[in-house]
């Protein structure tokens, strides 16, 4: 924003008139200089919720096991199916547990840049309200404020 003084003013004058019209302004909308300034971005830690990689690996070992104990037919053939699926159980288990922990973090990624915008859209909301008083304020004094 840029003040002109229309009648003349001093620049002392115009410094005491914005002064005072800046605390006003302050004071209606509650918008702070020192607020607006960038915040570096510090980098969060998503954890994905729910069962970790290697329960649901040793349920879907479980699992194998339990079907291939139901099938086989003799002990060796029962281990060896055991172990087949056991490891199959293990692999899915932890190929599903990667995709829900990737799919947790792109979703908090989302809800933080939301919430940015937001805070972002907010405080824009606040420093046009915060120049339209500055402005209205100046004004009467005799400036041109633009």
Same mark, same amino acid.
């Given at each position: 924003?840029?003040v002109?003084p ?7 004058q ?10 006003w302004?302050?004071?209606?909308? *509650? ?14 830690r998503n954890?994905?919720? *729910?069962?970790s ?5 040793v ?11 139901s099938s086989?037919?003799?002990?060796t ?29 792109q ?7 939301q ?8 405080q824009?909301?606040?420093l ?5 008083g ?9 400036y041109?404020?633009?």
């Amino acid at each position: 924003m840029v003040v002109f003084p229309a009648k003349g003013q001093t620049p002392q004058q115009q410094s005491q008139d914005e002064g005072e019209c800046y605390a006003w302004a302050k004071g209606q909308t *509650g918008w702070i200089r020192w607020l607006q300034r960038p915040r570096p971005h510090s980098p969060r830690r998503n954890r994905a919720s *729910g069962p970790s990689r290697g329960r649901i690996g040793v349920r879907g070992a479980a699992a194998a096991q339990r079907r291939a104990r139901s099938s086989a037919r003799s002990p060796t053939t029962m281990r060896q199916g055991c172990r087949d699926r056991a490891t199959a159980g293990v692999l899915a288990g932890g190929r599903q547990s990667r995709k829900n922990q990737q799919a947790a973090a792109q979703q908090a990624t989302q809800q933080e840049q939301q919430a940015a915008q937001q805070q972002q859209a907010a405080q824009q909301q606040q420093l046009e309200l915060f120049r339209k008083g500055f402005a209205a304020c100046l004004e009467p004094k005799g400036y041109t404020v633009k």
